[in-house]
């Protein structure tokens, strides 16, 4: 007896997913992947110091594969060319316009945000948080500063960090409808400034308090407090 599978038609789906792989796919003659002039190419970008120690291992690889192959394959063209294009000179002026308008204000916001990134144990952008407040004058380039700042988490952040204080040192307070879960009911305001807010929520400014007969300070929200009647 003869047993046949049974075909089961692809669906459109598939052959829609299979279009936009063929459009979104990087598409280079083969003109281009075997041009003879793609060791120079590659060995001008490995002259460039401002490359990364991952740029510099694939740059040496695709130059020893190109040696032998006389061609390279598409993927390693396509990250061949980005990495050029990261480093042109057009790339190049671009990083330098934005270093030179790279302000003291800047400077400051984007380490109240990576401070509160490391102090909320934020587990995205650890790297570029340890490159803001560990290494001396540092300057990110403009994605770095798009990536971590220019975000409604941290505009919120610093708008918290930066708001004129509600409450000031010595006030009295008590828990508002937010901070119903707080065991004291009437604090003394001791530290209102330089206290880094850890949510972008509105109202998110952050105090250092002393409730009433305890010994130990807190940190409270704004919106979790009230001025005491």
Not at 79 to 102: R, V
Not at 157 to 179: E, M, R
């Amino acid at each position: 007896m003869a047993y046949f599978r049974r075909y089961t038609p692809r669906s459109n789906a598939y052959y829609n997913t299979q279009s936009i792989v063929r459009d979104t796919a990087p598409q280079f003659s083969e003109q281009e992947l075997a041009d003879p002039t793609l060791d120079q190419r590659i060995s001008k970008v490995l002259g460039n110091n401002d490359i990364s120690d991952w740029e510099k291992d694939f740059l040496q690889s695709i130059f020893v594969y190109f040696a032998g192959k006389k061609r390279l394959s598409v993927g390693q063209y396509a990250t061949l060319k980005k990495i050029e294009d990261k480093h042109s000179e057009t790339a190049l002026a671009k990083k330098k316009e934005f270093a030179d308008n790279f302000t003291e204000e800047k400077r400051n916001d984007i380490r109240i945000v990576a401070g509160i990134y490391r102090e909320t144990h934020s587990p995205y952008h650890k790297a570029l948080v340890d490159l803001v407040l560990e290494k001396d004058g540092f300057i990110p380039s403009a994605t770095q500063w798009e990536r971590l700042m220019e975000n409604k988490y941290a505009q919120g952040y610093l708008q918290n960090a930066k708001s004129i204080a509600k409450y000031n040192i010595g006030d009295t307070v008590t828990p508002s409808s937010l901070g119903k879960h707080f065991t004291w009911t009437h604090a003394i305001v001791i530290d209102n400034a330089g206290i880094l807010p850890h949510t972008h929520a509105v109202g998110g400014k952050r105090y250092s308090v002393l409730p009433y007969g305890e010994m130990n300070t807190c940190f409270v929200e704004e919106r979790e407090i009230k001025k005491s009647r």
